[in-house]
């Protein structure tokens, strides 16, 4: 295996052999399909799904929300287990959308490595830009796949160059598309100096492969139509000219990525993308945490909440802690301490998740994500371990950037409506906040659209309507500092303070000039628009 650092010692095999990571890209590049496809290459399921799905066309696995089926689009974060080759993948799928940003910066703090998905024919967007800096934040390896290359698409440079350019990171072509949208026929691999042809008619059969000689191998021209094999070899022999040569440690860094290209609902080129994210991905890496950072190859077991959801199963009222295992090897049944709280807890029915389908857990090892139910002890940033007082830090909550006020639709279930709140706020899916002075609550979100997702699930999980109005406020930040100048502040600002589900006070404003004001008249305190997730 590759010696990552230097410095980190070789990890035992069971752990060395796991790779954890997210795929990240703007919605619509296809990256709930290439995850459908991985579970399909994994022996995990049979057939993969369609997002959109036509008639008997099966759902995607990874969209489990009723509203996810219905929109096509993947609101929260899931994560699958699954083995492939000698290597255990452990996939988190993230929300593309950007209204569901907050989710995925989560996410991005339990992983190691992020494929970064972008379209053959748009390039690098927007959404793709914002989560490429939250992983450059993390030093994280990216690895890119190109996908829709079967469709009308950008010239290879081009996508290249601008990938160079945006995102400020090396770029090394892994393959080399032949031909564009119809004309597309398959890739060459260029590590390995092999043809891959893509095979239109069946969408779930894995491409069959030619192994060349180098370019000229006459066994090119038996399978690249003339037209096409001209530019092909040109644009190969400029790429290896123009191009940096693959660099293992320059990618487990940070600084450069390998791009594959492929067409992910035509199941090609996604074999090509999971070996190499077996051969150049990380192995589990050292989490950072106070008093000290966390090894992979501890003895001991230690594990972090970067995820939390509520009523996975509407049958029965649960809520899954995702964990990230951060050292050792964790075996069902063991009492774990949580930190927070100080409490032994038995961890007896932990779970491993295959898309929407789980198992129990007997055991995991450090990198591998596990699901832990639990009736509301457990909330996002909390730090469980063999007993040593450590959390991990580095896992950001946001200001929301929409606040509106909600009401029931029957005013007698303020209390339901207010146990609902609590839930979806522990579950980070928005922010709560309890106005000192009146009654009611107000909801903050990242994106409008999370306003929907928040309605549609309070009436179909609590079976309550409620309706969303505007509020006064428009933007809320978290007041911190001495307690006698906090004090001070909350006595001559009432009408604009609030408690969040953590307890914790924030100050709501409609102008910036408040906020201006406020750091003018009291510099003791700080106004932050992020706090850290744990207490």
């Known amino acids: 295996m590759l010696d990552t650092a230097t410095n980190q010692p070789v990890l035992p095999p069971e752990i060395a052999r796991r790779r954890t990571f997210a795929i990240i890209s703007h919605p619509d590049a296809g990256k709930t399909t290439l995850t459908e496809k991985f579970l399909l290459y994994g022996g995990a399921i049979q057939m993969a799904g369609q997002v959109r799905a036509k008639g008997e066309a099966r759902r995607t696995r990874s969209d489990f929300m009723q509203m996810e089926k219905d929109r096509g689009i993947s609101v929260s974060a899931s994560a699958m287990s699954f083995d492939y080759g000698n290597f255990r993948f452990n996939l988190v799928d993230t929300p593309g959308h950007s209204d569901f940003s907050e989710d995925t910066y ?196 230690a594990g972090f909440v970067f995820k939390v959801q509520a009523n996975m199963d509407p049958k029965h009222r649960d809520r899954v802690a995702f964990v990230r295992m951060a050292s050792g090897h964790f075996k069902r049944g063991m009492k774990l301490t949580h930190v927070r709280s100080k409490k032994p807890m038995a961890i007896s029915n932990p779970v491993l998740f295959l898309a929407s389908d789980r198992e129990l857990a007997e055991e995991a090892w450090a990198g591998d994500i596990i699901g832990i139910p639990n009736h509301g002890q457990l909330r996002i940033g909390d730090t469980l371990t063999e007993g040593e007082a450590i959390r991990v830090t580095g896992i950001p909550s946001f200001a929301p950037e929409l606040l509106q006020t909600v009401r029931p639709g029957d005013p007698m ?66 007041v911190s500092g001495d307690k006698i100048a906090v004090d001070k502040f909350v006595n001559a600002n009432k009408q604009h ?39």
């Open 413 to 478: 279930k303020a209390k339901h409506l207010e146990k609902a709140l609590m839930q979806f706020a522990e579950e980070g899916a928005a922010k709560v906040f309890k106005p000192s002075i009146g009654s009611g609550f107000i909801v903050g979100v990242v994106g409008a659209l999370q306003f929907e997702v928040l309605a549609s699930r309070i009436e179909m999980e609590y079976g309550l309507p409620v309706r969303f109005e505007a509020s006064q406020f428009t933007s809320a930040r978290w």
């Open 497 to 535: 303070i609030a408690h969040d589900h953590d307890g914790d006070i924030v100050y709501l404003t409609r102008l910036q000039w408040d906020i201006d004001r406020v750091e003018r008249d009291y510099p003791e305190l700080s106004l932050t628009a992020t706090k850290e997730m744990m207490v």
């Open 106 to 301: 989560r996410t991005l703090t339990a992983v190691d490595a992020a494929v970064m998905v972008i379209d053959g024919a748009k390039g690098v967007e927007s959404q793709t830009q914002k989560l490429f800096e939250v992983c450059r934040l993390r030093d994280l390896p990216i690895l890119t796949f190109c996908n829709k290359m079967d469709r009308e698409s950008r010239d290879t440079f081009e996508i290249i160059d601008e990938i160079q350019e945006m995102l400020a990171i090396d770029v090394t072509p892994a393959a080399w598309p032949i031909g564009v949208g119809r004309d597309f026929i398959g890739c060459y691999d260029m590590l390995r100096d092999r043809l891959e042809l893509m095979d239109r008619a069946d969408r779930n059969k894995v491409a069959e492969s030619i192994e060349i000689n180098g370019l000229d191998d006459p066994k090119l021209a038996e399978h690249v139509p003339e037209h096409l094999l001209e530019k092909f070899l040109e644009e190969v022999e400029m790429a290896r000219e123009l191009l940096p040569s693959l660099d293992p440690q320059a990618v487990l860094e940070g600084h450069m990525t390998p791009i594959w290209f492929g067409s992910a609902i035509n199941s090609f080129g996604v074999k090509e993308l999971m070996e190499g994210i077996g051969a150049y991905g990380p192995q589990p890496q050292i989490q950072s945490a106070e008093p000290r950072q966390i090894a992979p190859d501890e003895k001991k077991v």
